[in-house]
């Protein structure tokens, strides 16, 4: 099965972990820089990507993963995972940077105080039915290059068609929370499989 890496410098790792193992993979945490060369694929967690960043380069992270992604390695991020793999954030903090893969531009806390966290049943390309979608403080995508797959969109609110699900080669990320809603790893799944695919 294939070696997930979690990025575990900050934010809900534990959820990711418990999600990939559900399906069989092999989940480890990632901290140092040597533990970013033995994985076949990397998961960032939601958590706070301002916190996020400043670890990843305190910990001399942000080199190697850049590294590996450039090369291709599958990587899956949500929220805060979503902001880190973006190419380009609208309003981000000053010195704030990401690791990049995806050809998108994000904007932080884009829903607004008002409807910090809530919750949504989506479409989502591929999967049949609908996904359950939880979120905290979320980003949206607002904008996307033409090599971007949207595969999820705000279904209803003042927020309705916002993207917040999207693709790019072996790179995906959501703006919402899969790995806390128990009982459902379809999300999880298109991952595990992107980097099953990958690693042949
Ligand atoms: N608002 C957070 C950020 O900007 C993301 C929130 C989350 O990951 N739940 O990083």
């Known amino acids: ?75 899956y991020g949500s ?20 690791l990049g893969g995806l050809d998108i531009t994000v904007r932080r806390n884009a829903f607004g105080r008002q409807v910090d966290s809530f919750e949504q049943d989506l479409d989502y390309v591929g999967l049949e039915g609908t996904v359950h979608a939880v979120f905290i403080r979320a980003p949206w995508v607002e904008e996307a290059g033409e090599c971007v797959e949207v595969l999820a969109r705000v279904s209803e609110g003042p927020a309705a068609g916002r993207i917040v699900a999207v693709r790019q080669g072996s790179i995906m990320a959501t703006s919402f929370h899969p790995e806390v809603v128990g009982g459902d790893r379809r999300i999880h799944a298109e991952f595990v499989k992107i980097v099953s695919q990958h690693r042949r």
């Open 1 to 75: 099965s294939p070696r997930i890496g979690v990025l575990a410098v900050q934010g809900d790792v534990r959820e990711h972990v418990a999600a990939l193992r559900d399906l069989g993979a092999e989940a480890t945490t990632v901290r140092r820089p040597e533990e970013v060369e033995s994985i076949d694929g990397l998961v960032i967690p939601g958590g706070e990507s301002t916190v996020m960043d400043k670890l990843v380069r305190a910990f001399d992270l942000q080199e190697p993963l850049k590294r590996r992604l450039a090369e291709g390695m599958p990587a």
């Open 79 to 98: 929220c805060a995972g979503m902001i880190m793999l973006a190419d380009r954030i609208a309003d981000a903090r000053p010195d704030q940077q990401t």
